[in-house]
């Protein structure tokens, strides 16, 4: 069995609040009391029938310097995507004025970047400013922060960063080389101390055991605080990318992953994001009951395909769910 938990990194709490023989025989409980005990937690803390929308919006596409073994923008993986320049504020803006319309509450910005160059933090700035005076929530990913970048974003009212650490510390080597685990963790460190609220989670289905995802779920929970945000992802395979031919990730699996991430991580969003274009709604309903309460929003989510408004709108009124 592999051993779970590991040492304690920068931003774990000094005594965990989770050990991995607790999350583990939670992660073991026969399905229907998996379930059973997630939804009780979720009631305790969240309106059962409403769901977070958020839109996510590629603002700079392609040419990512990372090796990441998932990701379609790396420039290390052939799967034919041109590089692109970051987007003009006002075109970013205008999407997120209709995704406010089409009933977005949060609006989400990635680019493919290892970290934002000097020349671009004016841009970003602007943007923050102009799509929070819309009156949505905002969330950026551009990759690694340093403490100074992160100062300046929040600053400029940036409400959630969104910084994913894919899986668990034993297994990310397998999915990336050119940055460590515990970089991922100085920048959430850098996001948490200066003040923007933390959006992080992984990618089910990238050929891990079940113990590094659950393994995951323990370095979130054991942070100094939590992220108010986990987006489970489950691997969109891309052509051109090591994990092309990752074999899937089944649903009671997935499923349970969710139930986890609700039960250790009672009061974040837990929010279903890539791969759900991949999901019978039976599957997503089951995610519902395991306590995710948001999802992206779209026909896109990055460079892979999402449900379209009309099959979200069609699935919400199948399940009688509101969005938040």
Known sequence: MLELGGEMTLATAVV??????????????PFNDLLFKAQSVHRQHFDPNRVQLSKLLNIKTGGCPEDCGYCSQSAHNA???????LMDVEKIVAEARKAKEAGASR????????????????????????VKALG????MTLGMLDREQSDRLSAAGLDYYNHNIDTSERYYPQVTSTRTFTDRLDTLENVR??????????????????????????????????????????????AGTPLANAAPIGAIEFVRIVALARIMMPRSHV??????????????ALCFFAGANSIFVGDTLLTAGNPGN?????????LGLQPA
Do not use: H
């Not at 609006?107 to 400013?129: L, S």
């Not at 990618?203 to 100094?224: H, K, Y």
């Open 16 to 29: 965990p609040a989770w050990t991995a023989e607790t999350a583990w025989s939670i992660y073991r409980l």
């Open 136 to 139: 949505l929530e905002t969330c």
């Open 193 to 238: 101390q200066s003040g923007m609220k933390v959006c992080c989670g992984g990618i089910l289905g990238m050929g891990e055991e079940e113990a590094d995802r659950v393994d995951m779920l323990l370095t979130l929970a054991n942070l100094t605080e939590p992220p108010e945000s986990v987006p489970i992802n489950m691997l969109i395979p891309i």
């Open 310 to 318: 009309e099959a979200d709108t069609r699935l919400f009124n199948r």
């Open 107 to 130: 609006y989400c910005m990635g680019a493919a970047w290892r970290n934002p160059k000097p020349r671009d933090m004016d841009a970003i700035v602007e943007v923050v400013g102009a």
């Open 79 to 85: 799967t034919g995507l041109a590089a692109s320049k």
């Open 271 to 284: 929010r279903l994001s890539a791969g759900r274009s991949a999901m019978t709604d039976e599957m997503q």
